[in-house]
């Protein structure tokens, strides 16, 4: 045979797709060294800090309140009464022939100061409406929501345990009361589940600031038992749907 031409392979020749396409001839996806940069400097070790706190316990700051407002100005039918023994509130005006709609939101939202004389002016005044107020307080429940949420998330345990107080008092100041707070436990109840664990375990010594009821956890489950008691059917459940046990 003769030469063979220029050009002319002298047999078939392999195709570059007929090698092995098996995964030990493929790179993995990132362990090439092309277009990556690299350096012999030492890298800086990264300093793993401790998580931030929630803070979910903790104080929140303390706006001043609508009764600080009315009082400073001279707005409210009341004044202390000083005496031997103790101070006491004196009102200028019979307490049955108040405004509801206008003097008990004030008085409420008032609780959650730390100063006096508003905190003893406010507390005392409010107990003194739910005290004589009767069928006059259930129509104002729904404007005592706002003050009632505002001073329980302050999470100041003083505070907190005033409002409870104050809660307590207000369902069993006039009938129909507690269940007309049921549909505002969504409002309400959130501190609640967060606080309701917030109890002294002193083992077998004695707490000598019962009197003073300011246990949260205590005063937590007094009120849910009296929200039970006098919320009718739905309390029970609502209840439960807000704080799990």
């Given at each position: 045979?003769?030469?063979?031409?220029?050009?002319?392979?002298?047999?078939?020749?392999?195709?570059?797709?007929?090698?092995?396409?098996?995964?030990?001839?493929?790179?993995?996806?990132?362990?090439?060294?092309?277009?990556?940069?690299?350096?012999?400097?030492?890298?800086?070790?990264?300093?793993v800090?401790?998580?931030?706190?929630?803070?979910?316990?903790?104080?929140?700051?303390?706006?001043?309140?609508?009764?600080?407002?009315?009082?400073?100005?001279?707005?409210?039918?009341?004044?202390?009464?000083?005496?031997?023994?103790?101070?006491?509130?004196?009102?200028?005006?019979?307490?049955?022939?108040?405004?509801?709609?206008?003097?008990?939101?004030?008085?409420?939202?008032?609780?959650?100061?730390?100063?006096d004389?508003?905190?003893?002016?406010?507390?005392?005044?409010?107990?003194?409406i739910?005290?004589?107020?009767?069928?006059?307080?259930?129509?104002?429940?729904?404007?005592?929501?706002?003050?009632?949420?505002?001073?329980?998330?302050?999470?100041d345990?003083?505070?907190?345990?005033?409002?409870?107080?104050?809660?307590?008092?207000?369902?069993?100041?006039?009938?129909?009361?507690?269940?007309?707070?049921?549909?505002?436990?969504?409002?309400?109840?959130?501190?609640?589940?967060?606080?309701?664990?917030?109890?002294?375990?002193?083992?077998?010594a004695?707490?000598?600031?019962?009197?003073?009821?300011?246990?949260?956890?205590?005063?937590?489950?007094?009120?849910?038992?009296?929200?039970?008691?006098?919320?009718?059917?739905?309390?029970?459940?609502?209840?439960?749907?807000?704080?799990?046990?």
């Amino acid at each position: 045979m003769g030469m063979l031409g220029r050009g002319q392979a002298e047999g078939p020749q392999p195709s570059p797709r007929s090698h092995s396409a098996g995964p030990a001839n493929f790179r993995m996806k990132c362990t090439g060294t092309g277009g990556m940069t690299t350096s012999i400097a030492p890298k800086p070790e990264r300093s793993v800090g401790q998580p931030p706190k929630a803070g979910a316990f903790e104080r929140r700051a303390i706006a001043p309140s609508e009764f600080r407002r009315f009082y400073d100005r001279g707005d409210l039918p009341i004044q202390i009464l000083h005496s031997g023994t103790a101070n006491r509130i004196s009102w200028k005006v019979d307490i049955e022939k108040l405004d509801y709609h206008h003097y008990l939101p004030i008085f409420l939202d008032g609780i959650r100061e730390k100063e006096d004389p508003y905190r003893f002016l406010s507390v005392e005044g409010t107990h003194n409406i739910l005290d004589r107020g009767g069928s006059k307080i259930l129509p104002v429940v729904p404007q005592l929501i706002i003050p009632i949420n505002t001073a329980l998330n302050t999470r100041d345990p003083e505070v907190m345990a005033t409002t409870l107080k104050v809660l307590q008092k207000l369902v069993l100041s006039g009938e129909m009361v507690g269940e007309a707070l049921v549909p505002y436990y969504r409002q309400i109840l959130p501190t609640f589940n967060l606080f309701r664990n917030s109890s002294k375990n002193i083992g077998d010594a004695i707490d000598y600031g019962q009197r003073k009821r300011l246990n949260l956890g205590e005063l937590i489950d007094e009120t849910l038992e009296i929200f039970e008691v006098h919320g009718g059917a739905d309390a029970f459940i609502n209840i439960k749907y807000m704080i799990p046990t």
